[in-house]
């Protein structure tokens, strides 16, 4: 069945909800787990004719905090993992698109399920904001099981 569930995580309460259902399908299945997650490129700081212009944090200071967020997001995986006895693997990823970077870590791992956790984000909320879960969902050749 699954040997290898890849577990995408954005630190929140409820990617922690996601990393737990898919930790325990892993120790079920005698599978092992990679957490996941997702940061976002450095974004200089933008101004335009007429806007005051707020100089954002340096790039070295941006991907640190970034990768501190990351760290900390996948320290969960690696709990619950280590409790439950699962093998498991982290990665962080940089991509401006979240749901592209999920699917390429799925495929650079070898990864032949995805767990995930979603807002539940419906629809003019869907629309705006967009959904990670809805595009990797449309977009991914393997098995996802999501977690609300």
């Known amino acids: 069945m699954y040997r290898h569930i890849l577990i995408p995580t954005d630190g929140s309460k ?3 909800k996601g990393i ?5 399908l892993a120790a079920a ?5 990679t957490g996941v997650c997702v940061v976002p490129p450095y974004m200089p700081p933008m101004y335009d004719e007429g806007t005051a212009y707020f100089p954002g944090p340096a790039k070295a200071a941006q991907r640190k905090a970034a990768q501190l ?3 900390k997001a996948l320290a969960m995986v690696e709990i619950e993992a280590q409790a439950a006895k699962v093998p498991c693997a982290t990665r962080i990823a940089v991509s401006d698109q979240p749901w592209r970077a999920i699917l390429a870590a799925a495929r650079s791992r070898n990864c032949d399920t995805i767990v995930m956790a979603s807002h539940g984000r419906g629809g003019l909320g869907g629309l705006i904001l967009g959904s990670e879960t809805t595009r990797v ?3 991914s050749k393997i098995p996802v099981l999501v977690i609300r």
């Not at 737990?20 to 325990?24: F, L, M, N, S």
């Open 20 to 24: 737990r259902a898919g930790v325990r």
């Open 137 to 139: 969902l449309a977009s």
């Open 69 to 71: 967020r990351a760290r």
């Open 29 to 33: 299945l005698g599978a092992r787990v």
């Open 14 to 16: 409820l990617a922690a």
